[in-house]
């Protein structure tokens, strides 16, 4: 417990000390956002804020994790894990993805940076051996960091998807929850402080799984089979400090946008931590607001084409997608939108802690 204590300390400091730093630079470099044109007219005001904070974010995660580990070693801790390793590597990987896009719209000079289907077929990579890399690296109980089960908030045992099935899960997880997380990332704090609270849920369930594993010793009655548990929490509570220290700068107004770096280096991150916690399903809980907003851009885009395949004029179902800017463009302030969305992500986060608590519980 104390080692979680002290990444999520070391994430929060490291976040909130060095990111004025990365401000300096950037503004030394030039390295400003640039705002829609179509999009709310209040936003314009924020072109030339810097970018690609994200990388603040991750850095001061991956200093959480290490300086755990370095207390840790003076109580004979083992080390990294694989399993600790690979998730920092999909952070990583997304991040840089990420980072790509942000560069190709600063060197531009316009908000468009990779096209899409470059950007998949990153996102493919970095899923791809990610998901080779969790189906190695077996413990001395034989376990992987990753389950070739479909799981809910631990494997269903009954739907096993094969190797090929589950580097194809891995996949849509990791790129619908990089996009989703992305196209969250439109008001400042808005990603950074919803990203907190899923971070400091993975924080508490993989505890939980750490309390509570199968390994090693006589296996208690509902007990968990995730390999690393103990180094997942290390690393969703080094994020989740790293969060909070970001969103110091990032509230409005912001004085650093994360950009495509943070929100998918976050996604990227969120995913891991479902695969190899063993809770795929349940992100979509925890992770509900990131969902709500993905859908409302799905619909929106799927009725506009509808609508003028059939009509020949398309119609929208909002003001704007993604679905926070329906609500500024109806009047409400970016801050009461940002704060209400916030309340929604907290709602998602207790409900999904909730059934996983209760399963928990369950098994006495």
Same mark, same amino acid.
């Given at each position: 417990?104390?080692?979680? $204590?002290?990444?999520?300390?070391?994430?929060?400091?490291? *976040?909130?000390? =060095?990111?004025?730093?990365?401000?300096?630079?950037?503004?030394?470099?030039?390295? /400003?956002?640039?705002?829609?044109?179509?999009?709310?007219?209040?936003?314009?005001?924020?072109?030339?804020?810097?970018?690609?904070? /994200?990388?603040?974010? @991750?850095?001061?995660?991956?200093?959480?994790?290490?300086?755990?580990?370095?207390?840790?070693?003076?109580?004979?801790?083992?080390?990294?894990?694989?399993?600790?390793?690979?998730?920092?590597?999909? @952070?990583?990987?997304?991040?840089?993805?990420?980072? $790509?896009?942000?560069?190709?719209? $600063?060197?531009?000079?316009?908000? !468009?940076?990779?096209?899409?289907?470059?950007?998949?077929?990153?996102?493919?990579?970095?899923?791809?051996?990610?998901?080779?890399?969790?189906?190695?690296? %077996?413990?001395?109980?034989?376990?992987?960091?990753? +389950?070739?089960?479909? +799981?809910?908030? %631990?494997?269903?045992?009954?739907?096993?998807?094969?190797?090929?099935?589950?580097?194809?899960?891995?996949?849509?997880?990791?790129?619908?929850?990089?996009?989703?997380?992305?196209?969250?990332?439109?008001?400042?704090?808005?990603?950074?402080?919803? #990203?907190?609270?899923?971070?400091?849920?993975?924080?508490?369930?993989?505890?939980?799984?750490? %309390?509570?594993?199968?390994?090693?010793?006589?296996?208690?009655? /509902? =007990?968990?089979?995730?390999?690393?548990?103990?180094?997942?929490?290390?690393?969703?509570?080094?994020?989740?400090?790293? =969060?909070?220290?970001?969103?110091?700068?990032?509230?409005?107004?912001?004085?650093?946008?994360?950009?495509?770096?943070?929100?998918? &280096?976050?996604?990227?991150?969120?995913? /891991?931590? &479902?695969?190899?916690?063993?809770?795929? !399903?349940? $992100?979509?809980?925890?992770?509900?607001?990131?969902?709500?907003?993905?859908? +409302? *851009?799905?619909?929106?885009?799927?009725?506009?084409?509808?609508?003028?395949?059939?009509?020949?004029?398309?119609?929208?179902?909002?003001?704007?997608?993604?679905?926070?800017?329906?609500?500024?463009?109806?009047?409400?302030?970016?801050?009461?939108?940002?704060?209400?969305?916030?309340?929604?992500?907290? !709602?998602?986060?207790?409900?999904? @802690?909730?059934?996983?608590? #209760?399963?928990?519980?369950?098994?006495?």
């Amino acid at each position: 417990m104390k080692t979680i $204590l002290i990444a999520a300390l070391f994430g929060l400091l490291s *976040s909130i000390l =060095c990111t004025p730093l990365v401000v300096r630079f950037f503004r030394k470099e030039g390295f /400003g956002q640039e705002i829609r044109e179509d999009g709310p007219q209040s936003h314009l005001v924020k072109r030339g804020t810097p970018t690609m904070g /994200g990388v603040a974010i @991750m850095g001061a995660t991956i200093v959480g994790y290490l300086v755990a580990h370095l207390v840790g070693s003076f109580r004979h801790d083992s080390g990294p894990s694989a399993s600790g390793l690979l998730l920092l590597f999909l @952070m990583l990987g997304c991040g840089g993805v990420g980072f $790509l896009d942000d560069m190709i719209k $600063l060197r531009r000079r316009r908000n !468009l940076g990779l096209r899409a289907r470059t950007k998949f077929l990153g996102q493919l990579l970095v899923a791809l051996l990610f998901g080779i890399g969790a189906m190695m690296f %077996r413990d001395k109980n034989g376990t992987t960091p990753a +389950s070739k089960h479909l +799981s809910y908030v %631990r494997d269903i045992a009954p739907i096993s998807l094969g190797f090929i099935g589950f580097l194809v899960l891995a996949y849509i997880i990791v790129t619908a929850t990089t996009n989703a997380v992305n196209l969250t990332d439109g008001m400042d704090g808005l990603v950074a402080g919803s #990203a907190a609270m899923v971070m400091g849920a993975y924080t508490l369930v993989t505890f939980i799984q750490f %309390r509570s594993t199968c390994f090693p010793g006589p296996a208690l009655n /509902g =007990c968990y089979t995730v390999r690393d548990p103990q180094d997942l929490a290390l690393i969703a509570a080094a994020a989740m400090g790293a =969060c909070f220290g970001f969103l110091w700068w990032n509230a409005s107004p912001a004085q650093i946008f994360m950009g495509d770096t943070g929100s998918m &280096a976050l996604g990227g991150l969120m995913a /891991g931590l &479902a695969i190899l916690s063993r809770t795929e !399903l349940l $992100l979509v809980v925890l992770g509900g607001l990131f969902a709500v907003v993905t859908l +409302s *851009s799905v619909l929106q885009t799927g009725w506009f084409k509808y609508t003028r395949y059939r009509t020949g004029t398309g119609r929208r179902i909002f003001r704007m997608a993604p679905f926070h800017h329906h609500f500024e463009l109806g009047g409400w302030a970016e801050v009461t939108t940002i704060v209400r969305f916030w309340i929604v992500c907290g !709602l998602a986060v207790a409900f999904g @802690m909730g059934l996983f608590y #209760a399963e928990f519980i369950s098994h006495g």
